[in-house]
C-alpha cells in the first residue's frame, strides 16, 4: 500500500530555535496537508499544498510541496512553546483520492 | 469559523455492545470521512461517504462497522458489537470536494472494557 515515510520521529529543540520536518514517499501525491494534533484532539489543518514546486506559508510556518510530487517539508520559525506538539504529514491522490495516507508524526518538543 | 463537531468526547462502553458516534460536518461540505487513532499511533482511513453512499472504505472498516447520514447535518459512525481493540480515537472529517483539504473535528474517545 501506499506509505508516507516522516522524520524525524521527534525533536528536542531550545526556543527560537527553526524547525525542519519532512515527508517522502515512493507514490506521487496530488496534495499535501499538514495537521498539528495537541494530546486528546482532533488535527488542525496547518497548510494545504495543491501544485508541485508550490511553497506557502502560514505566519511562522512554511511548507513546500516536492518538484517530484513524492515529498514534502515543513518548516517552524523561531519556535515557541505552543508549537509543541505532533505534526503529521497527509497526501491525497486522484486516483485513492477519497482517503488521506498518513504520516507517522513527528513530536516536536521545546526544552525549557 | 465553520467547524466540524463530534459527540460524546468520551464514550466507555463493554464489549459486545453497539455503540453510534456522532458528527456534524461543515455546512456546505458534500464528503465525509471517518478515521480512527489508536493511541500513539497514527491516524487510519476508514470509510468515505458522498452522496448518502460509501465512496471508499478500509480493511478496517468490516460488517461490524456501518455509517449513515439520518438527516441533512448528522454523519454517524455504529460499531455493532464492540471489541477491545476498537479503543482508539475515533475523527470525522468532511470536504467541500475531493482532492480539497479535509477538516477534522475533535475526535471521540471510545474505550471498550
Known amino acids: 500500500g501506499q506509505q508516507l515515510n516522516q522524520s524525524p520521529q521527534s525533536m528536542f529543540i531550545q526556543e527560537g530555535e527553526d524547525v525542519s520536518m519532512n515527508c517522502t514517499s515512493s507514490?506521487?501525491?496530488?496534495?499535501w496537508l499538514w495537521y498539528k494534533q495537541d494530546p486528546g484532539e482532533g488535527p488542525v489543518l496547518l497548510i494545504a499544498l495543491y501544485k508541485a514546486g508550490e511553497l506557502t506559508s502560514n505566519g511562522r510556518l512554511t511548507a513546500q510541496f516536492g518538484i517530484t510530487r513524492k515529498d514534502s517539508f515543513l518548516n517552524i520559525s523561531a519556535s515557541i512553546p505552543s508549537d509543541v506538539g505532533i505534526y503529521f504529514c497527509a497526501g491525497l491522490r486522484w486516483d485513492s483520492n477519497y482517503q488521506l495516507i498518513w504520516g507517522a508524526g513527528t513530536k516536536l518538543i521545546i526544552k525549557p | 469559523e465553520p467547524e466540524v463537531t463530534q459527540t460524546p468526547s468520551h464514550q466507555v462502553t463493554q464489549m459486545g455492545q453497539e455503540v453510534i458516534l456522532r458528527c456534524v460536518p461543515i455546512?456546505?461540505?458534500?464528503?465525509f470521512y471517518w478515521y480512527r487513532q489508536i493511541l500513539g499511533q497514527k491516524v487510519e482511513f476508514l470509510v468515505s461517504f458522498y452522496n448518502n453512499e460509501i465512496s471508499e472504505k478500509s480493511e478496517i472498516f468490516d460488517d461490524q462497522f456501518s455509517v449513515e447520514r439520518p438527516d441533512g447535518s448528522n454523519f454517524t459512525l455504529k460499531i455493532r458489537s464492540t471489541k477491545l481493540e476498537d479503543s482508539a480515537m475515533y475523527f470525522c472529517a468532511s470536504t467541500v470536494r475531493t482532492g480539497s483539504e479535509q477538516f477534522f473535528g475533535p475526535g471521540t474517545r471510545l474505550t471498550v472494557l
Open positions: 507514490s506521487i501525491f496530488n496534495t
Open positions: 455546512s456546505n461540505h458534500l464528503y
